[in-house]
């Protein structure tokens, strides 16, 4: 079966500081990968989304990019975290086409 | 623009009554998919109902029900039979090319 695992659940950071979550699937081969950033009470904002290796499209422009060295791995980071990074930051992953997406547990970002 | 729009922030509804959460959508794309997403409020993202742009009958799930209405492009999600369980925060999503999109979700509070 598949599983998504993404982490850490929770973390604070400095501004200025770098940042990296990672996320992973397994038991899929060649996943649409997505990260969603969703700040208290509101909707999910696509920042990237990935259809292969290498294949990286951001949707938002700013503090942020997105990787995907392997498969089934795809990481977010940041050089210098702002305070308005903070927000409650998902992965997820669907076999493509228009099929339904399986999500991360999530991580709690907040900036200080 | 590919765009969906969920213009209900707060929903009421007494416990074992129906309800009805609102979705319209806007693509130029002939195929797509749209979703139903529930969101307790820890944070994990439930898929609860997918209507293909091609499926001539609405879908169901259970006490989930897709009301799709493609001429109008919506998407509403009819619960019926509601329970305390499903208070939570409901997201209509769609996928276009590659990517998933969300609106900015419903909170749905149901009431003893």
């Known amino acids: 079966s598949q599983t998504i695992h993404q982490w850490p659940a929770t973390l604070v950071q400095p501004v200025g500081s770098p940042l990296s979550l990672e996320c992973t699937v397994e038991?899929?081969?060649?996943?649409?990968l997505y990260w969603y950033r969703q700040a208290a009470g509101r909707g999910l904002q696509l920042l990237f989304y990935?259809?292969?290796?290498?294949?990286i499209s951001s949707e938002v422009p700013q503090n942020l990019s997105a990787s995907r060295p392997q498969d089934r791995q795809f990481i977010l980071s940041s050089k210098k975290l702002l305070l308005s990074d903070s927000g409650f930051y998902l992965c997820?992953?669907?076999?493509?086409?228009?099929?339904?997406?399986?999500f991360g547990q999530g991580t709690r970002l907040t900036v200080v | 623009a590919q765009k969906i729009t969920q213009t209900q922030p707060g929903m009421f509804v007494q416990e074992k009554e129906a309800v009805t959460l609102d979705c319209t959508y806007d693509?130029?794309?002939?195929?797509?998919?749209l979703f139903w997403y529930k969101q307790p409020s820890s944070g994990e993202m439930i898929f609860l109902i997918y209507?293909?742009?091609?499926?001539?009958q609405n879908a169901t799930e259970g006490r989930y029900s897709l009301n799709f209405q493609k001429a109008r492009k919506s998407a509403n999600l009819v619960i019926s039979a509601s329970q305390l369980g499903d208070s939570a925060m409901y997201f209509c999503?769609?996928?276009?090319?590659?990517?998933?999109?969300f609106g900015q979700g419903t909170t749905l509070q149901v009431k003893p």
């Open positions: 990935s259809v292969g290796i290498g294949q």
């Open positions: 209507q293909g742009s091609y499926d001539q």
């Open positions: 999503a769609m996928t276009p090319t590659g990517k998933l999109i």
């Open positions: 693509t130029s794309d002939p195929s797509y998919g």
């Open positions: 997820a992953w669907s076999v493509g086409g228009h099929t339904e997406a399986f």
């Open positions: 038991g899929t081969s060649n996943p649409n």
